[in-house]
């Protein structure tokens, strides 16, 4: 995180913004909370730390079963560092959490972000298949205007 800090300190936090999902939601939280910005959490790790205990040793890389790395007990030391045991500000953080996530429960991410009043998705999965869906609504939480759409572009072609 220290190269996060490094690599954002000119940015201008008013209007930056951080998205992250899983373990990449945890970090966009911490970076949020340190800089204020607004963040986009999509099924946030809400406990990393506990979770990923388990995996302390040797792993496989879930891209490559042929590539190995080792977990160290010092990067669940480092996890428990950044936790932050505060609820994130409301207007600043946007979070979507799939009721289908195989991974991470989803009331536990739910109950952990309430005051960002999580946007419970029925269904979907972890990875959030049917991110598609729910583009324009960040887009609007992050005060960017949509890209136009293909098929949208399409339609009022044939609609001519």
């Known amino acids: 995180m220290a190269m996060v800090q490094e690599g954002i300190q000119n940015w201008p936090n008013a209007t930056m913004a951080v998205v992250g999902s899983s373990l990449g939601g945890f970090y966009a939280t911490w970076v949020a909370a340190q800089t204020g910005c607004k963040a986009v959490l999509l099924n946030p790790a809400v406990d990393p730390a506990r979770d990923l205990t388990k ?28 936790t932050l045991h505060n609820q994130p500000a409301p207007e600043r953080c946007r979070v979507l959490v799939a009721t289908g996530d195989e991974v991470l429960d989803w009331r536990e991410m739910a109950a ?20 598609d869906a729910h583009i324009d609504g960040i887009f609007a939480f992050l005060d960017l205007l949509p890209a136009p759409r293909a098929h949208s572009a399409m339609a009022k072609t044939r609609s001519l």
């Open 55 to 82: 995996y302390i040793g040797e792993q496989t890389s879930w891209q490559n079963p042929e590539e190995r790395f080792f977990f160290a007990p010092a990067f669940i030391t480092e996890l428990q560092a950044l």
């Open 112 to 131: 952990r972000y309430a005051s960002a009043q999580p946007v419970v998705i029925q269904g979907s999965d972890h990875a959030l298949s049917d991110f």
